[in-house]
T-cell receptor, first 114, second 112 residues
Framework: DGGITQSPKYLFRKEGQNVTLSCEQN?????MYWYRQDPGQGLRLIYY???????QKGDIAEGYSVSREKKESFPLTVTSAQKNPTAFYLC?????????????FGNGTRLTVT | LAKTTQPISMDSYEGQEVNITCSHN???????ITWYQQFPSQGPRFIIQ???TKVTNEVASLFIPADRKSSTLSLPRVSLSDTAVYYC?????????????FGTGTRLQVTL
């Protein structure tokens, strides 16, 4: 089955440590995205990538970094510069970045930083 | 950026039809209207998308009036498993999915 795999499902880190969240897709989609969701809130866009070796900042990119070296992979690093890193992180992909291309989401990684 | 307004929550009994209306007064000519469903601790799932008039698929219908300033997601005969948060999304005329905004959505609670 095609889909998006995020790992791990739960992640715990100490404050001051960088942590990398994995996102892999086998849908052959060009575009990939990272969102953050806080309790009771909607999703906010962190970064997106339209194609391999390209990525753009979203609305809340500060304290995060990404890479897109392969079409199927779009890892997100939460750095120690991110002030409030504890959240639910969602990765998505789409055929392209047009509005008419539905987003396919993974099941998320819940990050807790103490 | 085209904003959307939808009810914070709705309740329904199993077997009823549920209609969730979304207002988007500033929708641009190029914008699509897209609905997603999200269960707790899961990623959102695409339900339906439309541009004008009516769209129907195996799970829902989307009604869009001629002025496109609102849209209604219709879920026929809901079951307990339809309890979820439903998001209405409209873009900002750039035509890109990266400009879609997920608000807080409508929390639908279905009971027996």
């Amino acid at each position: 089955d095609g889909g998006i795999t995020q790992s791990p499902k739960y992640l715990f880190r100490k404050e001051g440590q960088n942590v990398t969240l994995s996102c892999e897709q086998n849908l052959n989609h060009d575009a990939m995205y990272w969102y953050r969701q806080d309790p009771g809130q909607g999703l906010r866009l962190i970064y997106y990538s339209q194609i391999v070796n390209d990525f753009q900042k979203g609305d809340i990119a500060e304290g995060y970094s990404v890479s897109r070296e392969k079409k199927e992979s779009f890892p997100l690093t939460v750095t120690s510069a991110q002030k409030n890193p504890t959240a639910f992180y969602l990765c998505a992909s789409s055929v392209w970045t047009g509005q008419d291309s539905p987003l396919h989401f993974g099941n998320g990684t819940r990050l807790t930083v103490t | 950026l085209a904003k959307t307004t939808q009810p914070i929550s709705m309740d329904s009994y199993e077997g009823q039809e549920v209609n969730i209306t979304c207002s988007h007064n500033n929708i641009a000519t190029n914008d699509y209207i897209t609905w997603y469903q999200q269960f707790p601790s899961q990623g959102p799932r695409f339900i339906i998308q439309g541009y004008k008039t009516k769209v129907t698929n195996e799970v829902a219908s989307l009604f869009i009036p001629a002025d496109r300033k609102s849209s209604t997601l219709s879920l026929p005969r809901v079951s307990l498993s339809d309890t979820a948060v439903y998001y209405c999304l409209v873009g900002d005329d750039t035509g890109t999915a990266s400009k879609l905004t997920f608000g807080t959505g409508t929390r639908l609670q279905v009971t027996l």
